[in-house]
């Protein structure tokens, strides 16, 4: 199982990013996706999950309303697209899912929300 994220970068508050996270090795389309985030300093935090069913995705509040979470099951591919970002958005940004019973992450891609 490989997560590869990609589309961190310096953004100025009010801007907008898009991550993207390319998987390989499993069954993508069956697999739920979740983006997590590590701030410096705090403990790893869930940001998103597209589930593999294909329900409503789901938030955290703290991004509710200017993140969205889609999948490209084609691509094998998830997003996150991110509006309005606030500096405390800045983290580093994980993907992950889970396969028979074993947690995989990415390696992340950083954002940085500073004027």
């Known amino acids: 199982v490989q997560l590869v994220e990609s589309g961190g970068g310096l953004v100025q508050p009010g801007g907008s990013l898009r991550l993207s996270c390319a998987a390989s090795g499993f069954t993508f389309s069956s697999s739920d996706m979740m983006w997590y985030r590590q701030a410096p300093g705090k403990e790893r935090e869930w940001v998103a999950v597209f589930t593999s069913a294909g329900g409503m995705p789901t938030y955290a509040d703290s991004v509710k309303g200017r993140f969205t979470i889609s999948r490209d099951n084609t691509k094998n591919t998830v997003y996150l697209q991110m509006n309005s970002l606030k500096p405390e958005d800045t983290a580093v940004y994980y993907c992950?899912?889970?396969?028979?019973?074993?947690?995989?992450w990415g390696k992340g891609t950083l954002v940085t929300v500073s004027s």
């Open positions: 992950q899912t889970t396969y028979y019973g074993m947690d995989y």
